[in-house]
């Protein structure tokens, strides 16, 4: 029987449970051991390079992987007046992976992208493979089970793209000062928490390391205060080759993936019983000008910040959905560790 798993499914019950009772989980923590570590969690990152195996150009490739067709006969099929039974607007991350999606499991599929692959937000993401430790936080303190259940999710989520894609991802130790004498067991009980959930999935065991020791690996870092730190990993990733990846696996199966090109307005029919359906859309080459219909028996709308543009070509008195949410990721010289 796993201990673990039973475990978590008991945690599950007495959330629900007792949604309006405190959590006990810090009960005892001050009493705990601290881990201790004095290896620097970042020197498998610092040779990470100097250990990949890179293979020999003039390898061959495996005899059946098809050449993949080139822009001019993806067009062609594109304006071959043939009905695709999926079309997706979009060629980012969810875009790439409904294609992927469709295409393998027998849909004949298309995707239109106006600009090029992942030149949104797909491309500009934190970079991160987390469950989300401040998700596991409210979800202990608020008794959310829900938030329990996208944590335990994510976190799978996570083990699984590692081992997928090992090329594109990695694990990610990071650092966390503590400014705080109270905060050393509560975030290391929250820490522990997270590695727990995790469960045999869990990348590496998260420590603590005194104040000198994360001195010794961020010099620059604020000394005021300061008692200590927590090492945790996470994993991290190439959010744009992922999402190119992505499309060319749908392209290897036989999608019609193009980019530069501009869905314009969207083709509507009427049924028997007469209700409009979407069957379609007007696109457009951005490159030559060019314009032609692409038909399906269903669209896919996933344009992301973008979609109330579509949704308005479908009807334009509908509600915007999308509201402006700013985030600013900020990437400093590695002479700032």
């Known amino acids: ?49 100097a250990s990949i195996q890179v293979e020999d150009k003039n390898v061959a490739l495996d005899k059946r992987l098809k050449e993949l067709p080139s822009r001019k006969s993806i067009f062609e099929h594109l304006q071959s007046n043939r009905e695709f039974d999926v079309l997706v ?29 992942s030149s949104g937000t797909s491309s500009r993401s934190t970079k991160l493979i987390h469950g989300g430790v401040r998700y596991l936080q409210s979800a202990i303190l608020k008794l959310d089970i829900e938030q329990y259940r996208m944590v335990k999710e994510a976190l799978f989520e996570r083990y699984h793209l590692l081992k997928v894609a090992p090329h594109l991802s990695s694990v990610l130790p990071i650092m966390l000062p503590i400014y705080s004498l109270w ?21 590496k065991s998260s420590y603590y390391i005194s104040k000198q020791k994360a001195l010794d690996l961020f010099p620059l870092l604020k000394k005021d205060s300061l008692y200590g730190a927590l090492i945790y ?30 869905v314009v307005d969207l083709l509507k029919k009427t049924d028997p019983d007469g209700v409009t359906k979407v069957c379609g ?7 030559t000008g060019h314009q032609w219909e692409i038909r399906a028996k269903s669209v896919v709308n996933a344009t992301g910040a973008f979609c109330d543009q579509i949704r308005l070509m479908d009807n334009p008195k509908a509600d915007l959905l999308v509201v402006p949410s700013q985030g600013v990721h900020i990437v400093l010289p590695s002479y700032y560790r």
């Not at 029987?1 to 001050?30: H, N, Q, R, T």
């Not at 990846?245 to 980019?259: D, K």
Request: proline share 2%; glycine share 10%.
């Open 1 to 49: 029987m796993d201990v673990c798993s039973d475990f978590l499914k008991l945690l599950e019950i007495i959330m629900l449970a007792w949604k309006y009772v405190l959590p006990a989980a810090a009960v005892g923590g001050a009493a705990m051991g601290w881990i201790w570590s004095d290896s620097d969690p970042f020197a498998s990152e610092k040779t990470r390079a």
């Open 89 to 117: 607007i979009g060629g980012g991350a969810t875009g790439a992976g409904i294609a992927v999606d469709a295409q393998t499991r027998g849909l004949s599929t298309a995707l239109v992208e106006m600009d090029d692959f």
């Open 183 to 203: 905060q050393v067991p509560y975030f290391y009980l929250g820490i522990k928490m997270y590695d727990f959930v995790a469960g045999k999935r869990r990348l």
């Open 233 to 262: 990993y996470d994993g991290q990733h190439n959010d744009a080759r992922m999402n190119i990846a992505l499309i060319l696996t749908a392209i290897r199966y036989g999608a019609q993936c193009a980019n530069h090109v501009e």
């Open 281 to 287: 859309a007007k696109v457009r080459d951005c490159l």
